[in-house]
């Protein structure tokens, strides 16, 4: 049995916990052992004493994060446990030793029972993202595990939590926990992109929508295709691979369409025409012809709380409005969130009353999600956060 410092829960508050839910809300605790400070391990019991689980504690809406439901040490053997099975997972799914793609996302927090870390893997460097406190102070035995478990496939380890962890928490500065990278190169459904993990949005990539890339090649074939928020121009790569005749890129940020500039030099089979430019995607699109066959809308999070998601739909409403008006008739419209509080139904009310505003005739082809190295915790509901439709604009 450990010695955690204890936190003892109200009556009634066991049941998300005994049902694999990972988070304890701050109303929901009864009594705490004095002195637990941000980071630590602790202990939840119900209010009948049985325990619960372990997890990170941190002052805030959600106090108690859950890494295990058994009573148990958290040592490197636990952090070697864990990451074995996310891997295993992403072996058995055909991510590990595929030619095709050398980039995934090896550790999706709750997705894969450890709330509060993000590891992804480029090519031989994985890059840590620590969203807690807590599981930042991990980070040296994480990257010990992570030697165990990849063995010859790790040239390096990469913290970059300074972005996820804000200053009133704890300083950090981004570093390499172990090794030094032997490329940045990465290959992703056969087309390979420039990582910029150090510098870039994210740990570098936005490897969540491999999946989606891949399908809007098989709408981009002989088409005109506008990617706007194209950050690093996957969507416009993979719509030229697939035989697009014209990509135009978009995006308020002058080093995104650089680097979507250095990605296109990297694919030099690519034969469609392209053009980038940076400019403000709201007001860009308002002014747009009418003669894109092919719209991308894939914006950052409008909402990262509750507070927000008012603000967030109807911007979503404005956005999605524009592109509905002003794409060409028979033209296809990719369109996304990736703000967990707008969940998928909210979301395409929201895109329904874009439709109805602008009167134009629209019919859902499909509906999109997040890939399966991204995995969705079937007791975690909240892990499913990236949503999107691929519509028919007559």
């Given at each position: 049995m450990?010695n955690?410092?204890?936190i003892?829960?109200?009556?009634g508050?066991?049941?998300?916990?005994k049902?694999k839910?990972?988070?304890?809300?701050?109303?929901?605790?009864?009594?705490?052992?004095?002195?637990?400070?941000n980071?630590?391990?602790?202990?939840?019991?119900?209010n009948?004493?049985?325990?619960?689980?372990?997890?990170?504690?941190?002052?805030?809406?959600?106090?108690?994060?859950?890494?295990?439901?058994k009573?148990?040490?958290?040592?490197?053997g636990?952090?070697?446990?864990?990451?074995?099975a996310?891997?295993?997972?992403?072996?058995?799914i055909?991510?590990?030793?595929?030619e095709?793609?050398?980039?995934f996302?090896?550790i999706?927090?709750e997705?894969?029972?450890?709330?509060?870390?993000i590891i992804d893997?480029?090519?031989?460097?994985?890059?840590?993202q620590?969203?807690?406190?807590?599981?930042y102070e991990?980070?040296n035995?994480?990257?010990i595990?992570l030697?165990?478990?990849?063995?010859?496939?790790?040239d390096a380890?990469?913290?970059k939590?300074?972005e996820t962890l804000?200053?009133s928490?704890?300083?950090?500065d981004?570093?390499?926990?172990?090794?030094?990278?032997k490329?940045?190169?990465v290959?992703e459904?056969?087309s390979?992109?420039?990582i910029?993990?150090e510098?870039?949005q994210k740990?570098?990539?936005?490897?969540d929508?491999?999946?989606?890339?891949?399908l809007?090649?098989?709408y981009s074939?002989g088409?005109k295709?506008?990617?706007?928020?194209?950050?690093?121009?996957g969507?416009?790569?993979?719509?030229?691979?697939?035989?697009?005749?014209?990509v135009?890129?978009?995006?308020i940020s002058?080093?995104?369409?650089?680097?979507t500039?250095k990605?296109?030099v990297l694919?030099?089979?690519?034969?469609?025409?392209?053009?980038?430019?940076?400019a403000d995607v709201v007001k860009?699109i308002?002014?747009i012809?009418?003669?894109y066959?092919v719209?991308?809308?894939?914006?950052p999070a409008?909402?990262?709380?509750?507070?927000?998601?008012h603000?967030?739909v109807?911007?979503?409403?404005?956005?999605?409005a524009?592109a509905?008006r002003?794409i060409k008739?028979?033209?296809?419209?990719?369109?996304?969130?990736c703000?967990?509080?707008?969940d998928?139904?909210?979301?395409?009310?929201t895109i329904?009353?874009?439709a109805i505003?602008?009167?134009?005739e629209?019919?859902i082809?499909q509906?999109l999600?997040?890939?399966?190295?991204?995995?969705i915790n079937?007791?975690?509901?909240?892990?499913?956060y990236?949503?999107?439709?691929v519509?028919?604009?007559?």
């Open positions: 450990t955690y410092p204890k003892i829960l109200k009556k508050k066991e049941i998300s916990l049902r839910h990972h988070w304890v809300f701050s109303g929901a605790i009864a009594k705490a052992d004095e002195g637990i400070t980071g630590q391990l602790v202990s939840v019991y119900s009948r004493n049985d325990f619960l689980g372990i997890g990170h504690y941190q002052q805030g809406s959600i106090t108690v994060r859950i890494i295990s439901f009573d148990r040490l958290i040592n490197t636990f952090w070697i446990e864990k990451i074995q996310a891997y295993s997972m992403r072996s058995k055909g991510l590990v030793d595929s095709q793609t050398n980039v996302r090896l999706h927090g997705g894969d029972k450890l709330p509060g870390l893997y480029y090519n031989g460097t994985a890059v840590i620590a969203h807690t406190i807590g599981m991990h980070k035995d994480i990257s595990a030697q165990k478990v990849l063995g010859e496939k790790l380890v990469y913290d939590s300074a804000s200053k928490q704890m300083a950090v981004n570093q390499f926990l172990f090794g030094m990278p490329t940045n190169i290959v459904n056969g390979k992109y420039e910029d993990w510098k870039g740990t570098g990539f936005f490897i929508q491999r999946e989606n890339r891949k809007l090649g098989s074939k088409k295709v506008l990617n706007t928020f194209c950050y690093s121009g969507f416009s790569i993979a719509a030229l691979e697939a035989g697009a005749k014209e135009h890129s978009v995006d002058a080093k995104a369409i650089e680097l500039e990605n296109l694919n030099p089979e690519l034969k469609g025409k392209h053009e980038s430019k940076v860009y308002r002014e012809e009418q003669d066959d719209i991308v809308l894939d914006p409008f909402a990262k709380n509750m507070k927000a998601r603000n967030a109807q911007a979503y409403k404005r956005l999605n524009e509905l002003h008739p028979g033209g296809v419209l990719f369109t996304f969130s703000s967990q509080v707008v998928k139904q909210l979301f395409a009310h329904t009353a874009a505003e602008v009167g134009r629209v019919k082809l509906y999600s997040q890939p399966a190295d991204h995995p079937i007791y975690h509901t909240e892990t499913e990236l949503k999107g439709l519509l028919y604009v007559a």
